[in-house]
């Protein structure tokens, strides 16, 4: 039978875990990024759950946070996939700090406080809490700071940090957190137009040709949706002719 330390240390690890999954409906993805870039499109995993896709991002990169975007499949009015791009980017410029806090934050409760509970080792346990709640102080002081240039309402910061602070294996997903308060809707034949590498680009390509060919199970062939979905993925396979 594990010991009591030995379940709260695995309960730690799987929190964050868990906090740090994201579950995608149809006609949503996440922008990933890398440094100040946006670097790849996700559509979660191969396989449903209750009609959503399961996403986890590496644990070991929570300074990367990732955008939600809609898709839009009804023709109505969308954003122009350059401006949001650059949208993004700023919004990556103003978000960075708190990257470089959470990252030690997540290696001090994720990482030494499960290993210093394992080992019996209070003293180290205590001071990694300590340091992991200082670094999720610090970060939310942060958001609430620049609260204006990350869009973000006192309404969503006072929940931001409500969650980082109470919860703290939750804590190093701010950075992640905060953008994902705020959304975009473009057409899907757009998303490729975000910004990638030209490889990356061809990729997210195909991720969208396969998304929209999935979405049209989910129609009826005499809906609106339908015809927009067929006319967007003529698009997209004309363009890659």
Same mark, same amino acid.
């Given at each position: 039978?594990?010991?009591?330390?030995?379940?709260?240390?695995?309960?730690? &690890?799987? &929190?964050?875990?868990?906090?740090?999954?994201?579950?995608?409906?149809?006609?949503?993805?996440?922008?990933?990024?890398?440094? /100040? /870039?946006?670097?790849?499109? #996700?559509?979660?995993?191969?396989?449903?759950?209750?009609?959503?896709?399961?996403?986890?991002?590496?644990? +070991?990169?929570?300074?990367?946070?990732?955008?939600?975007?809609?898709?839009?499949? #009804?023709?109505?009015?969308?954003?122009?996939?350059?401006?949001?791009?650059?949208?993004?980017?700023?919004?990556?410029?103003?978000?960075?700090?708190? %990257?470089?806090?959470?990252?030690?934050?997540?290696?001090?409760?994720?990482?030494?406080?499960?290993?210093?509970?394992?080992? %019996?080792?209070?003293?180290?346990?205590?001071?990694?809490?300590?340091?992991?709640?200082?670094?999720?102080?610090?970060?939310?002081?942060?958001?609430?700071?620049?609260?204006?240039?990350? %869009?973000?309402?006192?309404?969503?910061?006072?929940?931001?940090?409500?969650?980082?602070?109470?919860?703290?294996?939750? #804590?190093?997903? +701010?950075?992640?957190?905060?953008?994902?308060?705020?959304?975009?809707?473009?057409?899907?034949?757009?998303?490729?137009? +975000?910004?990638? /590498?030209?490889?990356?680009?061809?990729?997210?390509?195909?991720? &969208?040709?396969?998304?929209?060919? #999935?979405?049209?199970?989910? &129609? /009826?062939?005499?809906?609106?949706?339908?015809?927009?979905?067929?006319?967007?993925?003529?698009?997209?396979?004309?363009? %890659?002719?």
């Amino acid at each position: 039978m594990p010991s009591t330390e030995a379940l709260l240390a695995a309960a730690l &690890v799987a &929190v964050y875990l868990i906090d740090s999954m994201q579950f995608l409906r149809i006609g949503e993805a996440l922008v990933l990024t890398r440094a /100040s /870039s946006l670097s790849a499109l #996700s559509f979660g995993g191969s396989f449903e759950l209750g009609g959503r896709r399961p996403n986890l991002p590496n644990p +070991l990169t929570p300074f990367r946070p990732a955008f939600r975007v809609e898709w839009d499949t #009804s023709s109505g009015p969308t954003a122009d996939a350059r401006t949001v791009a650059e949208e993004m980017r700023e919004h990556l410029r103003h978000v960075r700090f708190v %990257g470089w806090l959470t990252t030690p934050c997540a290696i001090a409760i994720v990482l030494v406080a499960p290993v210093a509970l394992a080992l %019996g080792e209070q003293m180290a346990f205590l001071l990694s809490v300590a340091t992991a709640w200082a670094l999720a102080l610090g970060g939310c002081i942060g958001v609430a700071v620049r609260r204006r240039e990350l %869009g973000l309402s006192t309404r969503q910061v006072c929940a931001l940090v409500f969650v980082a602070l109470i919860c703290l294996p939750c #804590s190093p997903n +701010l950075a992640r957190a905060v953008t994902l308060q705020r959304r975009w809707t473009l057409a899907a034949r757009d998303l490729p137009e +975000l910004g990638f /590498s030209s490889e990356e680009a061809l990729r997210a390509r195909s991720q &969208v040709l396969d998304a929209l060919a #999935s979405a049209k199970r989910y &129609v /009826s062939e005499d809906s609106p949706e339908f015809k927009v979905i067929d006319e967007q993925l003529r698009q997209l396979e004309s363009c %890659g002719s």
